[in-house]
């Protein structure tokens, strides 16, 4: 099945950094969605876009509906150890499926 | 996510077995999904129900069976043509309105004994 090109793949950074990860497609998608997810537990859906050019904020947490509709960006400001995990980006287009990303790690150093 | 349940957390399989897994919603939603997570890898669509008694493959139903007799209950049984289940496993359910963002339960984390 289709899958977004979603990178870097790891990041490794100090705590009280900003951390920028984005998601690529070659489909137009109508909805981006981003998701983190600890260890051994489910995605929790952190921000959803639904019109090209959207900027939305939750707190620290920034993220794009890129102007084209294939891709997305997220930002983290002023990263914390409970930002640790793995974000994931998914598409959709009208009713159709979700497509995700492959995840982008994150890990912090005190 | 909250009103998302699945159990068990964890699950044994035994070679030539087959094991079920339980997702239980009370968020009233249609539609359900099961998705299949291998480490460092991204979600991959198994079955997915937009109504009761109907549903449909993903991407990767071979040696998976699904139901849908009831709006809150979608089980995934697992069956032992499934020659590689060792996997995490995440259901989802999602509103009626178009673009409603999917919700994930806790997950399944089934092993082979």
């Known amino acids: 099945g289709q899958q977004l090109n979603q990178s870097p793949q790891s990041m490794f950074i100090q705590e009280g950094e900003d951390v920028s990860m984005n998601c690529t497609s070659s489909?137009?998608?109508?909805?981006w969605l981003w998701y983190k997810q600890d260890p051994g537990e489910g995605p929790v859906l952190l921000i959803a876009l639904y019109k090209a050019g959207e900027l939305t904020s939750n707190g620290r947490l920034t993220a794009q509906f890129g102007i084209t509709r294939k891709d997305s960006f997220l930002n983290i400001s002023a990263s914390i150890p409970s930002d640790v995990g793995i974000y994931f980006c998914a598409g959709q287009q009208g009713a159709q499926k979700l497509v995700f990303g492959q995840g982008t790690r994150l890990t912090i150093n005190p | 996510d909250g009103g998302i349940t699945q159990s068990p957390k964890y699950l044994f399989r035994k070679e030539g077995q087959n094991v079920t897994l339980s997702c239980e919603q009370n968020?009233?939603?249609?539609?359900m999904y099961w998705y299949r997570q291998d480490p460092g890898q991204g979600l991959r669509l198994i079955y997915y129900?937009?109504?009761?008694?109907?549903?449909q493959k993903g991407d990767i139903a071979e040696g998976y069976s699904v139901s849908r007799e009831k709006k809150e209950s979608f089980p995934l049984t697992v069956t032992s043509a499934q020659k590689n289940p060792t996997a995490f496993y995440l259901c989802a359910t999602q509103g009626e309105y178009i673009n409603q963002p999917q919700h994930f339960g806790d997950g399944t984390r089934l092993s082979i004994l």
């Open positions: 129900s937009q109504i009761v008694n109907d549903f």
């Open positions: 968020l009233n939603h249609d539609a």
């Open positions: 489909s137009i998608f109508n909805t």
